[in-house]
């Protein structure tokens, strides 16, 4: 009886991302609406924060343009990016929130129209809203003995950049908070020149 020997051998597949795209640099690109899961809008402190959240593939992150108005009717572009390169994950998904701040919008009805630019301009969702009428401020001074309180009205997942000038020309930051309401100590001193403050708004 002649014996034959069978060798077995094990083939290891390994799969990366299904869009890794074979490009001279690695960098990110859009493809497409991502999947927006849940939208807010709230108006605090006088100002108006459209808030998206979406579930993209691990390789894929959600970038927001800039908001653009006409009367009643806003435009922003939001795309879903892809990673050129290597992706360690396939099927793994996880969730974006961004914020953009639609600004001090005068109380009314107003649309909003969210667009891709992949695979070719469109618009892919259309969302009314409501900006009710508010009379409090984005920023309050509230003056105590010796010092006094700068209250910044505001929501998570937003940057306010507390700015302070002499000159109403000339602003520098004083303190920056990611997400609000938060409040702002300053001392009071009598030699202290007379100071201007504002607070500067920036989505994430």
Known sequence: MKTMKIALGFVLLVAYC??????????????????????????????????????????????SGPVNRSETNLFQTINEEAWTGICGCDFCLHDETHVSVFGALPSGEYLVQLSSTAPQPQPF????????????????ALVETNHFNLAVAGIPNVRYIVEASATLTNWAPIATNIGGPFIRSEAIAPETPERFYRVRIVGE
């Open 18 to 63: 299904s869009r890794t795209r074979m490009l001279a640099q690695e960098g990110w690109i859009p493809i497409g609406p991502p999947n927006i899961t849940n939208i807010n809008f709230q108006t605090v402190g006088g100002i108006t924060y459209f808030t998206h959240t979406s579930s993209v593939e691990e390789c894929d992150r959600v970038s």
């Open 125 to 140: 969702r259309w969302v009314n809203f409501t900006v009710p009428v508010s009379d409090t401020p984005t920023l309050q």
